[in-house]
């Protein structure tokens, strides 16, 4: 923990980034454990970006 209360605009950045590119990686691989372990990432950083009070597309509903 580094003791900030709040992020800085480049780690906002870093983690909406993050958010995108695991979103990219969810919806297009087929191989099962990948798939698995890149939708509970996004489950981490939803909860990361939620708890920021971040503007964001709800994850699940874009998976088919």
Known sequence: MNGQAELTEEQERELVDCYAALLRIAETVRVPGVLAASRAALAEVHA?????GLAFDLYSRRFR
């Open 48 to 52: 990361a970006m939620e708890g920021q």
